[in-house]
């Protein structure tokens, strides 16, 4: 069974934000893109983040690999293509999130682009005639967010399961030159 790419499931968590395209028959109006100074929340929190974990609140096994082995270590059964998810926040509030774009030979390489905002723990982001809000937990560990979503996974058997998964993202640091 050929499991979904990590940018699929992503998109999964938000759902409305990459799928809703705009269309005028229908009445709906597309949210604006966020504009304005960044607050000093905001500044601290720009960076580049890096995407290093999603732990399940119950095993399940989406390897294809013919061995029943379900873990509740998500991340653990991606491949390095799939691991490879970037986001970008810019200090003029644009924003990117990147798949396969660090790992060699990335056959998924895909990327998004738009705008964000954080107030308080809820990041907002405005993209693709769409605007969704996630609540983000900055943790004791500093330069680490997380948050949580449940989705739909398919396991080897073929059986579709409601799971409750941690997003984990960690502030990517530059080099300092020497």
Same mark, same amino acid.
């Given at each position: 069974m050929k %499991?979904l790419?990590?940018?699929? %499931?992503?998109?999964?968590?938000?759902?409305?934000?990459?799928?809703?395209s705009?269309n005028?028959?229908?009445?709906f109006t597309c949210? !604006?893109?966020?504009?304005g100074e960044?607050s000093a929340? !905001?500044?601290?929190?720009?960076g580049?983040w *890096?995407?290093?974990?999603? !732990?399940?609140?119950?095993?399940?096994?989406?390897t294809d #690999?013919?061995?029943?082995?379900?873990?509740?270590?998500?991340?653990?059964?991606? @491949?390095a293509c799939?691991?490879?998810?970037?986001?970008?926040?810019m200090?003029?509030?644009?924003?990117?999130?990147?798949q396969?774009?660090?790992?060699?030979?990335c #056959?998924? %390489?895909?990327s998004?682009?738009?705008t964000?905002g954080?107030?308080?723990?809820?990041?907002?982001? *405005?993209?693709?005639?769409?605007?969704?809000?996630?609540?983000?937990?900055?943790?004791a560990v500093e330069?680490v967010?997380?948050?949580? @979503?449940t989705?739909?996974?398919?396991? *080897?058997?073929? @059986? *579709? %399961?409601?799971?409750?998964?941690t997003f984990?993202?960690?502030?990517m640091?530059?080099?300092?030159?020497?």
């Open positions: %499991k790419n990590l940018i699929t %499931k992503s998109l999964m968590v938000f759902g409305a934000l990459f799928m809703v705009c005028t028959d229908d009445g949210p !604006e893109p966020l504009v960044l929340d !905001e500044t601290a929190f720009a580049t *890096v995407f290093v974990g999603m !732990e399940a609140d119950k095993a399940v096994d989406i #690999d013919n061995i029943d082995n379900p873990s509740e270590d998500i991340y653990a059964q991606y @491949s799939e691991r490879d998810l970037i986001y970008d926040f200090a003029n509030r644009n924003y990117s999130l990147k396969g774009s660090s790992s060699a030979d #056959d998924n %390489k895909d998004l682009t738009g964000w954080l107030t308080g723990n809820t990041l907002t982001f *405005v993209a693709n005639c769409a605007s969704q809000n996630i609540v983000i937990d900055m943790g330069n967010f997380t948050y949580e @979503s989705l739909n996974f398919r396991d *080897v058997s073929g @059986s *579709v %399961k409601p799971v409750k998964v984990t993202y960690e502030r640091v530059e080099a300092q030159p020497e």
